[in-house]
């Protein structure tokens, strides 16, 4: 018995600071966070109830114009970003893999956007997907379009009333993010053993096929790890859409940017929260599944 604790007490000792401080500030504010979402809230002036509470505060908030906007902006802004992100790190990570003249530059150049903060880089972006069009007005990539004579190519951006208008405000995600994906694509092919290509060169493979059956198989654990990154750092985005088009653009609204509205514009903590229950469930779908898959990976590898 006593060999026993010593095996496992100096362990539990050492995480045990960790342990608290997660279940506090992680798990104990998750909750406290749901509890404050279920409450009934009335205006103080009128004495009429803006949140009836319980479950119908879900309802209530899921049944907005408001929110179903800011969902649908959502969806445009993950979907746009995952596919732009994913395509352009995978080609940046192809030219790069074979050992290109000049890679270490290129390689510093593509993940150079990472290093800038979503703020600073929301910043410069707001400038060049600014919505004036027409001479002496255009600014940023509409004003590029006028110099090159492509008129045509003038473009609201995110504030056009399109409503895949929130498209544009992948743009800058996008940018910033697709040297990460090339980063962790460029690893896996470097992972690679040269072997297997010579293997399938012998057989009569074309280089397309060599990619498409050999190489491009292995790198599917490092896309699928790649895709739950981004889709949660998506639903979760919130600086750069700040930084753009600020905190009280209905075009530019999505959930995390309506929470700010809720909380500190309209000083509604209770939707804040619900807000914020319904994100962290969105975001558990994506994640816990992956979790899972991992966790049974590892031990069917062992």
């Known amino acids: 018995m006593r060999n026993g604790v010593k095996t496992w007490l100096p362990g539990l000792l050492l995480v045990s600071p960790s342990i608290v401080l997660?279940?506090?500030?992680?798990?104990?504010?998750?909750?406290?966070?749901?509890?404050?979402?279920?409450?009934?809230?009335?205006?103080?002036?009128t004495d009429k109830i803006v949140n009836p509470g319980g479950y119908r505060n879900y309802t209530k908030l899921l049944g907005s114009d408001d929110y179903q906007h800011a969902l649908w902006n959502l969806l445009v802004l993950t979907v746009v970003f995952l596919i732009g992100t994913m395509v352009m790190g995978l080609l940046w990570s192809v030219l790069l893999e074979k050992g290109a003249?000049?890679?270490?530059?290129?390689?510093?150049?593509?993940?150079?956007?990472?290093a800038v903060s979503?703020?600073?880089?929301?910043?410069?972006?707001?400038?060049?997907?600014?919505?004036?069009?027409?001479?002496?007005?255009?600014?940023?990539?509409?004003q590029l379009f006028i110099k090159l004579h492509l008129d045509g190519l003038q473009n609201q951006w995110w504030s056009s009333p399109s409503a895949f208008s929130m498209a544009a405000m992948a743009m800058p995600a996008i940018w910033q993010l697709?040297?990460?994906?090339?980063?962790?694509?460029?690893?896996?092919?470097?992972?690679?053993?040269?072997?297997?290509?010579?293997?399938?060169?012998?057989?009569?493979?074309?280089?397309?096929?060599?990619?498409?059956?050999?190489?491009?198989?292995?790198l599917s654990p490092i896309a699928l790890s790649a895709l739950i990154i981004l889709g949660h750092m998506?639903?979760?985005?919130?600086?750069?859409?700040?930084?753009?088009?600020?905190?009280?653009?209905?075009?530019?609204?999505?959930?995390?940017?309506?929470?700010?509205?809720?909380?500190?514009?309209?000083?509604?903590?209770?939707?804040?929260?619900?807000?914020?229950?319904?994100?962290?469930?969105?975001?558990?779908?994506?994640?816990?599944?992956?979790?899972?898959?991992?966790?049974?990976?590892?031990?069917?590898?062992?």
């Open 22 to 45: 997660v279940g506090v500030f992680v798990y104990g504010l998750i909750g406290r966070n749901v509890y404050t979402s279920l409450n009934v809230t009335r205006n103080i002036v």
């Open 178 to 218: 697709s040297g990460y994906i090339m980063a962790l694509f460029l690893a896996g092919f470097r992972g690679i053993s040269d072997d297997q290509r010579e293997a399938a060169r012998i057989d009569g493979a074309s280089e397309w096929k060599i990619y498409r059956h050999v190489l491009f198989p292995q």
């Open 118 to 142: 979503f703020i600073a880089g929301g910043v410069v972006w707001r400038w060049l997907l600014s919505p004036a069009q027409g001479e002496g007005q255009a600014l940023g990539l509409n």
């Open 234 to 302: 998506s639903m979760k985005m919130f600086d750069l859409i700040y930084s753009i088009a600020g905190p009280n653009s209905y075009k530019a609204m999505v959930p995390a940017t309506l929470m700010w509205t809720q909380m500190f514009a309209s000083n509604d903590k209770v939707a804040a929260a619900v807000n914020a229950t319904i994100l962290l469930v969105i975001v558990a779908v994506v994640v816990v599944p992956y979790l899972i898959y991992t966790n049974r990976t590892e031990q069917e590898g062992r």
């Open 101 to 114: 003249r000049g890679e270490g530059f290129f390689r510093s150049v593509y993940l150079f956007p990472m």
